[in-house]
């Protein structure tokens, strides 16, 4: 596609719920990242893909968060048993390069758990 | 200590100013990335530098390797210019992206 694309844009869930989180890369970007952004705080990172290895999950908090980039192309963020303190923006972005070139960003997913 | 330190955390400028925000880092990079971002809006990435100094328009990036320091520049602020300015650095073995806290700037006119 033309930019990343994220989706859903918004998620509203009930504590202890499965989500799932999509982001879509531009065509032929080797890079992807995930990062999340609390109200008023900077970017945290979760976790980033070259290809389809997931070579870096150090950013991501406990192990209800996984992600999986199966084809090398579109990735899956999945946090289990949502928890009130997992609501924030979930962003992601691409490079074309691995580990470097300019970093194109989705416009997010906003995750809400009541 | 962060791996990412920028400074100043606010900024608030008049119209015309020239504007300086700060990134330090304390690990080995392969890239630094300036990235700006508008109340409420997305990511958009201003610059990607290794080495050197990049110029678009108004902006201006800069980093010194050896002292492990880049800045941004701002000449001629205009309101437009107000957001948050974030550094993020590219980590040199494993390509971890980690995010400076960000630099909020309004510019008055």
């Known amino acids: 596609g033309a930019g990343v694309s994220q989706s859903p844009r918004y998620k509203v869930t009930k504590r202890g719920q499965d989500v799932a989180l999509r982001c879509d890369p531009i065509s032929g970007h080797v890079s992807l990242y995930w990062y999340r952004q609390a109200l008023g705080q900077g970017p945290e990172f979760l976790t980033y893909f070259n290809y389809e290895a997931q070579q870096d999950k150090s950013g991501l908090p406990n192990d209800r968060f996984s992600a999986e980039r199966p084809e090398g192309s579109i990735s899956t963020l999945t946090i289990q048993r949502t928890e009130q303190r997992d609501s924030a923006m979930y962003r992601c972005?691409?490079?074309w390069g691995q580990g470097f070139g300019e970093l194109f960003f989705g416009e997010g997913s906003r995750l809400t758990v009541l | 200590k962060n791996e990412v330190e920028q400074s100043p955390q606010n900024l608030t400028a008049q119209e015309g100013e020239f504007i300086t925000i700060n990134c330090s880092y304390s690990?080995?990079?392969?890239?630094l990335h300036w990235l700006q971002q508008h109340p409420g809006g997305g990511i958009v990435s201003l610059f990607m530098l290794s080495s050197g100094k990049k110029k678009h328009g108004r902006l201006i990036a800069t980093i010194n390797i050896q002292e492990k320091h880049s800045s941004l520049h701002i000449t001629a602020s205009h309101p437009r210019d107000s957001a948050v300015y974030i550094c993020?650095?590219?980590?040199?073995?494993?390509?971890?992206?980690?995010f400076g806290a960000g630099t909020i700037l309004r510019v008055k006119s």
């Open positions: 993020a650095a590219s980590m040199e073995y494993g390509n971890k992206l980690v």
């Open positions: 690990v080995g990079i392969s890239a």
């Open positions: 972005a691409s490079s």
